[in-house]
């Protein structure tokens, strides 16, 4: 049996020197105990930067009164950090999810220090990074010092996650549950998505599709389909009970063949039970899950993502409200491209017609400052409750009908008058 000497987080944290950089363990997970303990050394420190994708959890040293001390950097903004980055107490980095790991190793941004949260070491001395593999591998790759916080709630996940013992320079036992998110379940209007998303699903397809309503709602209307497989992103609970009615079973992929295949994952303890050393999950660097080269070999991928606005000629902003940073870039590009390359293929992108306080989401002109995603030539359905716009290979007139067609009833006419400004009549 490895084992390794356990040290407090206090003395842990003591290896941070003023001026490091930071990478933070992703999601579910955020390595908390360790935030928390550097938390407690801010008056002995003073430049240092966390870099990280969406964490969870308190996140202490993004309060105003800790500004030159620390400086958040995110990949992707969570609901955790978003107001700080809009108030200009935190930074984004806008960033394709594929790129980071890369961006990590060729040290652009170099890496002092990986905070992360392990499995503890099997008889073999080997821990797991569990849900969350991502670009936290790159980040231990690639740091000069390693802490961990070794977790027995952790699950110990196959794939790219597996770092020996002795990869790591200060291990912090904790015994805390991690961080589980309950799925949302989905409004009327939401349910409605789901089924029209799901007419468009084959069987054999390989799906992507992340955590939220709606993408909930897609797999509760897919019990009748057949020979699904999944490489996605991330995952959460839905995949479980299409997995066990034997909806999802993966002999179609042409990449791992029979496996789920997924960057990260975040859910209920159910779902980390249920990838806890279960070798139909694999769990792989997110440069790798997320490259279109990868993506587009399996057949008929179907890509379900989300977006904040879409304008008439199919432009997509999915992570801002004007210039107001709301989420990030993530793997939408990553996977709208490779589904759309793929044979079969179908990128789809999912919303509500309008917010909750009743504005149009289809819109003429994005609000000003909002930033595109995924633009107009890669787009090819757009999904409402109203119904499914299908634009690719359309021309300007075309797509405009088809988006009126799917905006909701209060708002057609407008868009419409709107419209013809620009296009004429159509």
């Not at 950090?81 to 108030?87: E, G, L």
């Not at 790759?141 to 961990?148: E, L, M």
């Not at 389909?225 to 959460?236: I, P, Q």
């Amino acid at each position: 049996m490895f084992t390794k000497e356990m040290i407090t987080a206090e003395e842990a944290v003591r290896l941070i020197k003023s001026g490091d950089n930071i990478y933070v363990h992703t999601a579910a997970a955020t390595p908390e105990t360790l935030l928390k303990s550097m938390v407690g050394r801010a008056n002995e420190l003073s430049d240092v930067h966390l870099y990280h994708m969406h964490i969870e959890g308190e996140v202490q040293h993004i309060q105003p009164k800790y500004q030159g001390i620390f400086t958040d950097h995110s990949f992707f903004v969570g609901a955790n950090v978003r107001k700080a980055v809009q108030s200009g107490l935190a930074d984004y980095i806008p960033i394709f999810y594929s790129e980071v790991p890369s961006v990590l190793r060729r040290r652009i941004i170099p890496i002092d220090i990986a905070m992360v949260q392990v499995s503890p070491p099997d008889k073999h001395g080997y821990c797991s990074l569990g849900v969350s593999v991502e670009a936290s591998l790159a980040a231990v790759q690639s740091a000069k010092i390693v802490i961990a916080q070794i977790n027995p709630n952790m699950p110990r996940t196959h794939g790219d996650g597996i770092i020996h013992i002795s990869m790591i320079h200060a291990a912090v036992w904790t015994d805390e549950p991690i961080h589980e998110t309950i799925p949302a379940e989905p409004s009327i209007e939401e349910q409605l998505i789901g089924k029209y998303v799901a007419s468009l699903i084959e069987d054999g397809a390989t799906l992507q599709t992340g955590i939220g309503a709606i993408p909930n709602a897609v797999l509760k209307c897919l019990n009748h389909h057949k020979k699904l497989g999944v490489h996605t992103e991330m995952f959460s609970d839905g995949v479980i009970d299409l997995v066990e009615k034997g909806v999802i079973t993966g002999e179609c992929k042409k990449t791992h063949p029979g496996k789920i295949v997924s960057g990260f994952t975040i859910g209920t303890r159910r779902l980390y039970d249920f990838i806890d050393d279960n070798p139909l999950v694999a769990m792989l660097d997110i440069e790798y899950v997320n490259n279109t080269a990868v993506i587009r070999k399996n057949p008929k991928v179907t890509a379900v993502n989300s977006a904040l606005e879409v304008d008439l000629m199919g432009q997509i902003c999915a992570d801002s409200i004007g210039s107001l940073q709301y989420s990030g870039v993530g793997g939408q590009m990553d996977f709208i491209r490779g589904a759309s390359l793929s044979e079969g293929g179908k990128p789809i992108i999912a919303l509500c017609s309008t917010t909750k306080n009743g504005e149009s989401k289809i819109v003429n002109y994005l609000k000003q400052g909002a930033d595109v995603v995924t633009t107009r030539a890669h787009v090819h359905f757009i999904v409402t409750e109203y119904g499914i716009a299908e634009l690719y290979a359309k021309n300007l007139k075309e797509r405009a009908r088809a988006l009126i067609n799917i905006a909701h009833p209060n708002h057609r006419e407008v868009l419409y008058n709107e419209a013809i400004k620009v296009l004429g009549r159509f």
